[in-house]
């Protein structure tokens, strides 16, 4: 898994890339087939003053792309909703994946079949 931090009119400090690295440990201990992470940590115009911290990230999973945006006051508030978003977008796709593996229609019983 490849993890790509990038700040956008931000110095990204070795705290805050272990911050978000110690964050996505969450997401990948609920779902290991993460191919890779990029995320967007900005700071965003004057203009938008209450939530001007801005974080994005890109998830690549097998067969699909999951996307979560969170802007705050502060970084680590925004990084912090943010996994909270992804968390549950991920176990929302970890439960889609795992419903599609039911049973085959070759192992499902007749109607008047007797179970053993």
Do not use: C
Request: glycine share 4%; charged share 35%.
């Amino acid at each position: 898994m490849n993890i790509l931090i990038t700040g956008q009119h931000l110095d990204l400090t070795p705290a805050i890339r272990a911050y978000v690295e110690s964050k996505l440990d969450r997401i990948v201990r609920h779902f290991d087939q993460v191919i890779d992470i990029a995320v967007i940590l900005g700071v965003d115009t004057p203009a938008d003053k209450d939530r001007r911290h801005r974080a994005e990230v890109n998830l690549r999973v097998k067969g699909d792309v999951i996307h979560a945006e969170s802007r705050a006051e502060d970084l680590y508030a925004a990084i912090d909703t943010l996994v909270e978003k992804l968390d549950r977008q991920v176990l929302k796709v970890k439960e889609k994946i795992k419903g599609h593996r039911q049973t085959s229609i070759k192992h499902i019983p007749e109607p008047g079949a007797e179970m053993p």
